[in-house]
């Protein structure tokens, strides 16, 4: 059991390290620019320094679960704490897409259909084998 959770942890770095490097055409793909033209310096400046942050620890995740997955499942304190982080991070992003985004202004491009599958269930796949990881560490 622990050899296919940690491939799964591998599994789950890779996809956070592949979205860390996808989120370059986010802001192209949902017209930032123009969202955000209309917003005072401050508050664009926040917006900006928020998405850095996020990205931060998408790549910060991605590359210790990659990196440190045999480590992520020892049953340690800070792997149990790490995981479950993760599983409520993406967890809540989860819900967040389901239950307070408002998509409608979305460009309506079969890329953007498909690019919005394709997070919802990397972010499925990460909340689940995340918190695996902390059933497992617990156990």
């Given at each position: 059991?622990?050899?296919?959770?940690?491939?799964?942890?591998?599994?789950?770095?890779?996809?956070?390290?592949?979205?860390?490097?996808?989120?370059?055409?986010?802001?192209?793909?949902?017209?930032?620019?123009?969202?955000?033209?209309?917003?005072?310096?401050?508050?664009?400046?926040?917006?900006?320094?928020?998405?850095?942050?996020?990205?931060?620890?998408?790549?910060?995740?991605?590359?210790?679960?990659?990196?440190?997955?045999?480590?992520?499942?020892?049953?340690?304190?800070?792997?149990?704490?790490?995981?479950?982080?993760?599983?409520?991070?993406?967890?809540?992003?989860?819900?967040?897409?389901?239950?307070?985004?408002?998509?409608?202004?979305?460009?309506?491009?079969?890329?953007?259909?498909?690019?919005?599958?394709?997070?919802?269930s990397l972010f499925l796949y990460l909340t689940i084998v995340y918190s695996w990881a902390v059933?497992?560490?617990l156990g």
């Amino acid at each position: 059991m622990d050899q296919y959770l940690t491939t799964a942890i591998k599994f789950a770095g890779l996809g956070q390290i592949v979205l860390v490097l996808a989120s370059v055409a986010i802001p192209k793909c949902l017209e930032w620019n123009k969202g955000l033209a209309d917003l005072r310096s401050l508050l664009r400046q926040m917006f900006w320094t928020y998405a850095v942050y996020v990205t931060g620890v998408h790549l910060f995740a991605g590359v210790v679960s990659f990196g440190a997955s045999d480590e992520l499942v020892n049953g340690s304190f800070v792997s149990t704490a790490v995981c479950l982080l993760m599983a409520l991070w993406w967890g809540a992003r989860v819900v967040i897409q389901f239950f307070f985004f408002d998509r409608t202004d979305v460009p309506d491009t079969l890329f953007n259909k498909l690019a919005e599958v394709g997070l919802v269930s990397l972010f499925l796949y990460l909340t689940i084998v995340y918190s695996w990881a902390v059933i497992e560490n617990l156990g």
